[in-house]
């Protein structure tokens, strides 16, 4: 009787555990776009392969009169700084209701209509947008966005913290090079 008790408490807590890492990260409630704009500091990162070797690593999105976002990503190439490496694509918001949820393309001729995008969710977002949590839903992509190149250690545990309750990995993050 008391096995099977605990068999089925154990698949119950099993369940919820699968449940909840089914369950795709939140995003904020609102963003507004233009003020989201500008020029943002990579503060810390999952490693990928399109980033690899940059430091210094820095966003700039500015609004198009279509609607769509300039996206110009920057960084120095961290066996030469003097080397900048940048790709340039657009993004559109995917969510109309929240505006939380962006698509990103930096494949030039596919990118006018959407094609090879990826996604961009805004995470958490401070009030007068001075960083940002940015990921992806299926949780392979991270990053940690400040307007300015360095970000307080209790705002960037405030960031990781919520990453994590969002399911994400913070062994993988890790912190960009500021060079």
């Known amino acids: 009787m008391i096995q099977k008790l605990f068999l089925t408490l154990s698949l119950i807590f099993a369940s919820y555990a699968m449940a909840d890492s089914n369950t795709l990260p939140q995003t904020v409630n609102n963003v507004d776009i233009q003020k989201y704009m500008g020029r943002w500091f990579e503060i810390a990162k999952y490693p990928n392969w399109f ?7 820095e966003a700039n999105y ?26 340039t694509g657009t993004a559109y918001v995917a969510d109309q209701v929240t505006k939380a949820k962006l698509k990103v393309s930096f494949v030039p001729f596919f990118q006018r209509w959407g094609f090879f995008a990826g996604d961009y969710w805004i995470l958490a977002l401070d009030q007068d947008y001075k960083y940002v949590l940015v990921g992806t839903p299926d949780r392979k992509f991270l990053w940690i966005l400040s307007r300015t190149p360095t970000l307080d250690e209790s705002i960037l545990d405030e960031l990781k913290a919520v990453a994590e309750k969002e399911g994400f990995d913070l062994s993988k993050l890790t912190t960009t090079p500021t060079m």
């Open 62 to 87: 500015k609004l198009l009169d279509n609607g769509y976002v300039s996206v110009i990503n920057r960084c120095k190439d961290l066996s030469n700084p003097t080397k900048i490496k940048e790709a």
């Open 51 to 57: 980033q690899k070797g940059c430091g210094a690593t």
